[in-house]
């Protein structure tokens, strides 16, 4: 009778510390649901250009994300209008769309119109945002930032870097001082969608820089930008001078765009500017403890390259040449 009872007794106690683990298991699962249900939901924009072994991987960096996948969506946009009909298989939470103008920022803003979460967080199709990306960034937005620049870390082909690759080492995505500027680049830019909805969407008639002139926008409506250095997406440094001129031609015709010369005289000023040592680079480069003499060297010199090229490819476009659309 005893050993009946005993077992019993232990029967009725493991019942009752079972279901006292299903009430624990139950109330917390029941706090986290109030919490996500709180927190707001995101739409991540990311536009893409025949580079979809770069996006593959995007793709799986953005599936590692902490935030809870219920609470943000993925647009990809393709942007390449001799293959409107590419197709992938996707998670869930993904789309696939497509928009025909020609441009990134033309791309972003279809991912806009389509966007259905209360914040945009708009990456590139090269980028690997860290798995807390989202997570970290809405914890700033909560707690009381509007539009927030987040930090692009730099990655490397291998230990020794070329002559193109120290250049972006001390050039590439000075993400602090954009947001000291009130501006931020693409590639790591999350913002609440009413600060859209107050300035207005990119300006697609840019190739390159509407990030920036919408930053300006912004700050002009008075909505002030964060610098976020935990909301991180790794970015691969550019390895070659073809990418790095390229772009130099597309900054030229966004130049010309956003700042015309206004008279003859103001353009002579201009190009004149143009070609002048940059003394102004020499003072910071020589102030960056990061840096050796030698990467300071490369990218001192590269910067003098850039400047002079720019310089010349806006006077092919006054000249009539056509802008630079990759």
Same mark, same amino acid.
């Given at each position: 009778?005893?050993?009946?009872?005993?077992?019993?007794?232990?029967?009725?106690?493991?019942?009752?510390?079972?279901?006292?683990?299903?009430?624990?298991?139950?109330l917390?699962?029941?706090?986290?649901?109030?919490?996500?249900?709180?927190?707001?939901?995101?739409?991540?924009?990311?536009?893409?250009?025949? @580079?979809?072994e770069?996006?593959?991987?995007?793709?799986?960096?953005?599936?590692?994300?902490?935030?809870?996948?219920?609470?943000?969506?993925?647009?990809?946009?393709?942007?390449?209008?001799?293959?409107?009909?590419?197709?992938?298989?996707?998670?869930?939470?993904?789309?696939?769309?497509?928009?025909?103008?020609?441009?990134?920022?033309?791309?972003?803003?279809?991912?806009?119109?389509?966007?259905?979460? @209360?914040?945009?967080?708009?990456?590139?199709? @090269?980028?690997?945002?860290?798995p807390?990306?989202?997570?970290?960034?809405?914890?700033?937005?909560?707690?009381g930032?509007?539009?927030?620049?987040?930090?692009?870390?730099?990655?490397?082909?291998g230990s020794?870097?070329n002559?193109?690759?120290?250049?972006?080492?001390?050039?590439?995505?000075?993400?602090?001082?954009?947001?000291?500027?009130?501006?931020?680049?693409?590639?790591?830019?999350?913002?609440?969608?009413?600060?859209?909805?107050?300035?207005g969407?990119?300006?697609?008639a840019?190739?390159?820089?509407?990030?920036?002139?919408?930053?300006?926008?912004?700050?002009?409506?008075?909505?002030?930008?964060?610098?976020?250095?935990?909301?991180?997406?790794?970015?691969?440094?550019?390895?070659?001078?073809? @990418?790095?001129?390229?772009?130099?031609?597309?900054?030229?015709?966004?130049?010309?765009?956003?700042?015309?010369?206004?008279n003859?005289?103001?353009?002579?000023?201009?190009?004149?500017?143009?070609?002048?040592?940059?003394?102004?680079?020499?003072?910071?480069?020589?102030?960056?403890?990061?840096?050796?003499?030698?990467?300071k060297?490369?990218?001192?010199?590269?910067?003098?390259?850039?400047?002079?090229?720019?310089?010349?490819?806006?006077?092919?476009?006054?000249?009539?040449?056509?802008?630079?659309?990759?």
């Open positions: 009778m005893a050993e009946i009872f005993m077992s019993r007794m232990w029967s009725a106690k493991r019942a009752f510390y079972i279901l006292r683990l299903v009430e624990v298991t139950a917390k699962y029941e706090r986290l649901l109030k919490m996500a249900n709180q927190l707001p939901s995101v739409s991540v924009i990311v536009p893409t250009f025949r @580079d979809w770069s996006l593959e991987k995007t793709i799986r960096a953005i599936q590692k994300q902490t935030y809870s996948t219920r609470l943000f969506e993925v647009i990809l946009v393709n942007n390449d209008a001799e293959n409107m009909h590419a197709e992938m298989a996707l998670p869930d939470n993904f789309m696939l769309v497509n928009e025909s103008k020609p441009g990134s920022y033309a791309a972003r803003n279809r991912g806009i119109d389509l966007a259905r979460g @209360d914040v945009l967080a708009f990456t590139d199709s @090269d980028c690997l945002p860290e807390d990306w989202l997570e970290n960034a809405v914890r700033h937005l909560t707690n930032a509007q539009r927030l620049a987040g930090r692009v870390r730099l990655y490397y082909r020794r870097l002559w193109v690759e120290k250049y972006e080492k001390a050039y590439a995505f000075p993400q602090r001082r954009y947001a000291d500027e009130g501006v931020s680049v693409t590639a790591n830019m999350i913002v609440w969608r009413y600060c859209f909805d107050r300035v969407k990119f300006n697609d840019l190739f390159s820089g509407g990030d920036t002139e919408w930053g300006r926008r912004a700050l002009e409506a008075n909505i002030p930008i964060r610098y976020a250095p935990d909301v991180v997406v790794l970015h691969p440094a550019r390895a070659r001078m073809i @990418d790095l001129l390229t772009k130099r031609r597309r900054l030229a015709a966004a130049a010309l765009k956003i700042n015309k010369p206004r003859s005289l103001a353009l002579f000023m201009s190009l004149f500017r143009g070609v002048m040592p940059p003394t102004k680079h020499f003072r910071r480069l020589y102030r960056r403890t990061d840096l050796t003499l030698n990467e060297a490369c990218a001192l010199a590269l910067v003098y390259l850039f400047k002079i090229y720019g310089t010349w490819q806006r006077v092919l476009l006054l000249l009539g040449r056509h802008p630079e659309r990759r």
